[in-house]
């Protein structure tokens, strides 16, 4: 079982950046696709950002690719650090319209890995495991 534990949710200001951590527990991290998904309330679950390698599981190095929803796109980034087990959501200029529940994801399978079908990266159903989510609130 793979646990994700996210963490650096809180409350910030208009403009303010913030950096959001998952934690990942629990089988072979880095051959794991990660994403973030974000929750309003009212709203469903949208697509943030994820992380992935194209390569063989057995590299020792792999090529990482990312994708970031275009709502997000030139102010979010996503990276990881192989050696922590940790995938970062990194976050600037921040908005009203980014309060949400930040949801960490992983999908073990290798379904992004593959790319199919296109933009899986994207899919809620593409992930196999949630962590319970970190609430960011934007005031303006």
């Known amino acids: 079982q793979v646990e994700l534990r996210e963490s650096g949710g809180g409350l910030v200001q208009a403009g303010d950046s913030r950096s959001l951590s998952c934690l990942v527990s629990?089988?072979?991290?880095?051959?794991?696709?990660m994403g973030w998904f974000r929750q309003a309330p009212g709203k469903e679950r949208e697509f943030v950002a994820a992380?992935?390698?194209?390569?063989?599981?057995?590299?020792?190095?792999?090529?990482?690719?990312?994708y970031v929803a275009g709502a997000v796109k030139g102010r979010f980034t996503t990276s990881r650090d192989n050696a922590k087990n940790t995938v970062l959501l990194e976050m600037t200029n921040l908005q009203p319209e980014d309060s949400a529940l930040y949801y960490c994801a992983a999908d073990v399978e290798g379904r992004l890995r593959r790319g199919q079908p296109a933009g899986v990266m994207t899919l809620k159903m593409a992930y196999d495991y949630w962590g319970q989510g970190t609430r960011i609130i934007v005031s303006s």
């Open positions: 992380s992935w390698s194209t390569g063989p599981t057995w590299k020792t190095e792999n090529t990482w690719q990312t």
């Open positions: 629990g089988g072979s991290f880095s051959n794991y696709g």
